[in-house]
């Protein structure tokens, strides 16, 4: 069974910067698709971006293109989210999520409904 714990939401001013971190126990990340996403209040759950551990490859939803990088550091099983330029929108609960089946374009078009294993979640709240 993979569990996975999130950190290292706050607060913070718009235009401030964020890491999220994602570290899984009982398995190690290797070969699972490992997606960020976040729900705000009163809306759906979105996909915010994705990283296949396999290859490498990062995928990120348009409305963070450019300010938000996903990477994963293998040797402590842990996956981060930098999250920069940060704006009063960007304010949700962050969730991160894994699955070793079905591909990163999932995180973007299903929200992420057959990933098997979710964190708790992190509150981010960006301040205008």
């Known amino acids: 069974e993979v569990q996975l714990v999130e950190s290292g939401g706050g607060l913070v001013q718009a235009g401030g910067s964020l890491r999220l971190s994602c570290t899984a126990s009982?398995?190690?990340?290797?070969?699972?698709?490992i997606g960020w996403f976040r729900q705000a209040p009163g809306k759906e759950r979105e996909g915010v971006s994705c990283i296949d551990s396999s290859d490498g490859r990062t995928y990120y939803d348009d409305s963070v293109k450019g300010r938000f990088t996903v990477s994963y550091d293998n040797a402590k099983n842990t996956v981060y989210l930098q999250m920069n330029s940060l704006k009063p929108e960007d304010t949700a609960v962050y969730y991160c999520?894994?699955?070793?089946?079905?591909?990163?374009?999932?995180?973007?078009?299903?929200?992420?409904?057959?990933?098997?294993?979710w964190g708790q979640g992190t509150q981010v709240t960006v301040s205008s």
């Open positions: 999520a894994a699955d070793p089946i079905f591909p990163c374009v999932m995180a973007f078009t299903t929200r992420g409904i057959e990933y098997d294993y």
């Open positions: 009982g398995d190690t990340f290797d070969d699972y698709t």
